[in-house]
């Protein structure tokens, strides 16, 4: 992170993401009680009071045949810091997701904008739906820091203008770009996230290629550290079974 001052305020310039687990209800055993109703009834309640490891064989088949509906009993709410065309991306995941975010209407933002670390590959190679991206060159990568800091500079100082002048935030906030950092609660169960990360993440166990932009990666990269801490017997098996949400 580096500030650069501009008139009396200081602008922050951030390359990473933050991701914090603020609220969990998630376990395996939650899994095998949800699955274990439709043979044992009320008795299925007895899942709560057992090891889950006895019962990983269950887990896995739940997983491998794509029995999805008991990968949805529990919950997650994460804490997430990325700049707002992360956001726009992630949103686009609706089912088994809540979002909260913060507001440009009712606050205001704060000076801090994405600049590209210097081992993010910038340089596209090939066509749309075939193509990798590169390393860039110093030249490149000098461009792209000098670029965007000026212009997010220049941006903030004119929304600071505005909002000085008494113009609305909701108005003022317009001459801010995507790279603007934004903060928002996130909640969701395991087989949301699990269809998240499958498609969010590129990992060498999944059966099903993905080629997700390096910065929402960089957010399901956390978030993933945090599930498999809560759930490791669904997050095995989730990778032994190809990385497919059931």
């Not at 209800?25 to 009071?49: H, K, P």
């Amino acid at each position: 992170m580096t500030e650069t001052p501009a008139d009396d305020f200081k602008i922050d310039f951030r390359s990473d993401v933050t991701v914090e687990l603020v609220k969990s209800s998630a376990t395996d055993s939650d899994v095998l009680f949800a699955a274990r109703v439709s043979t044992a009834g009320e008795q299925s309640l007895d899942e709560l009071r057992k090891d889950p490891e006895r019962s990983k064989g269950l887990i896995n088949y739940l997983m491998r045949d794509r029995h999805g509906s008991p990968f949805e009993h529990n919950s997650m709410t994460f804490f997430i810091s990325a700049p707002i065309f992360v956001f726009r991306e992630f949103m686009r995941h609706r089912v088994g997701w809540s979002y909260n975010e913060e507001s440009g209407r009712y606050r205001e933002l704060q000076p801090v904008f994405y600049v590209p670390a210097p081992d993010r590959k910038l340089v596209q190679q090939g066509r749309p739906g075939k193509y990798v991206f590169v390393e860039g060159t110093p030249e490149q990568h000098e461009l792209v820091s000098r670029s965007m800091e000026d212009s997010c500079l220049q941006a903030y100082r004119t929304y600071q203008e505005m909002l000085a002048a008494g113009v609305a935030r909701e108005v003022a906030r317009a001459v801010l770009p995507v790279g603007l950092y934004s903060s928002m609660y996130a909640t969701c169960n395991a087989r949301s996230l699990m269809h998240f990360l499958g498609l969010r993440t590129q990992h060498e166990l999944a059966k099903v290629p993905s080629f997700p932009q390096r910065e929402i990666e960089m957010v399901g990269e956390k978030m993933e550290q945090e599930w498999a801490r809560l759930m490791p017997l669904t997050y095995a098996a989730f990778n032994a079974n190809g990385r497919v949400a059931p």
